[in-house]
C-alpha cells in the first residue's frame, strides 16, 4: 500500500510541473509553450482554458498539489496501515480522471487542436487513477 | 523509504529547474528577433504600421502581430470581424498593425510572412494579405517554406504577383520590420498578440469583448470632459 502512495506523491509531483508550466503561460509568465506544433497556444487561447475566470491549469496545480500532500502523508509509518488515504486518493483522482476526460474530449471535438502538455497531463492522472484503483485494499 | 524521497527530491530537482528554465528562455523566445545587422532607415522607423479605421475615431489601438502567431490568428479570426464591424467600421476605434515577427527559433517564417505583407502593402493590400494569411492559417504548422503559399494568397487578394516577387527577393522591407520590432520591445512587448489602446497596454488576453468595453469606457471618459 505504501509503495501505491509512494508512486501517486512521484506522480502528482510531475503533474504538479506540468501544470505549473501551464498555468506560467495562461498568467503571461512564459511567453510561447515548447509544444512542438500550434495546437497548445490553440487550446490555451480558447475559451475552455478558463473556468470562472481562474486558469484551467491553476486547477490542476491544486489538485496535483492535493493528491501530493495525500500520497506523501499516506505513505508515512503511522499512515500506511490506514485505507482511507488511498479511499481518498481513488477518490480525488477520479474526479480529475474525469475531468481530465472532458477537456480531452474538448480538445478532439470543439476545439480541434491537441495540447501536447495537457495530454501529458491526461496521461499522468490517468495513471494516478490507475494506481489509486490498484491500492485499494481488496476483501478476501 | 529513504530510495523514495531520493526519488523525490530528483523530480522536484528536475521540475524547478525546467520551470525557472522556462520562466527565463521562454520570454526571450516570444521576444521578436533582434538582427542588429539590418539597416534602419528614419523612413524605417517612421512608418506607423497598416492602419485601419478614421483618424478622427477617438480610440487607438496598436496591435504588436506576428503572421505565424496561432493565437494572432485565433484573435483575427474570430475576435477581429467583430471589432472591425461594431468600432472600427462606426468610426470608434483606429488599428494599427505593426510587426513584431518572433525569432526563427519560435516562428520560423514570422520575418518572411511580414515581408509578403510588406510587399503586398506596396500595392495598396496589406489587410487584405493579413486577412488572407490568418484565414488559411495552415502554412504556419507545415515545416516546408510558405512562399508559394503566400504568392497564392497574394493572388487571391488581387496583388500583382510578378512586382510583390521581385519585392520578396529584395528584401527591402528588413529594415522596416526590424523597427517595428525594436519599438515593440521598448514598449514592453515579449509576446503576440498585443494591444496599446490609447497607449496602455492591454494584458488581458485580447477579446473583441475587452476592446469594446475599454473603448466604450474611453469614449464616455471623453464625452464627460
Known sequence: MSRHRQAIAVLALVGIAVATYLWLHAI??????KCGSGGCEIVQASKYAELFGIPVA???VVGYATLFGLGLAGAQPALVPRAWPTRWLAVLSGVGFLFTLYLTALEMFVIHAWCRWCLASAAIITAI????????PRKT | MNRFYVLLGVVAAAAVAFLIYSTQQEPGGAAAASNPNVPITAQDRAFPGYILGSD???VKVVEFVDYECPICAMFATVQFPTIRDQLINTGK???RLRDYPLAPTTHEWSHLAANAVAC????????????ALFDHHDWALQKSNPTSVFRGLAQSVGVNTTTWDACLSSNKYA???QASANEGDSLGVNGTPTLFINGTMVRDRATSDLVQRIADSLIAATKKK
Open chain 1, 28 to 33: 503571461g509568465v512564459i511567453g510561447v509553450l
Open chain 1, 58 to 60: 491553476f486547477y490542476g
Open chain 1, 129 to 136: 487513477f490507475v494506481t489509486a484503483l490498484a491500492g485499494l
Open chain 2, 56 to 58: 478622427s475615431a477617438p
Open chain 2, 93 to 95: 476605434v483606429q488599428w
Open chain 2, 120 to 131: 503586398a502593402s506596396e500595392q495598396g493590400k496589406a489587410w487584405d494579405m493579413v486577412d
Open chain 2, 175 to 177: 529594415g522596416r520590420i
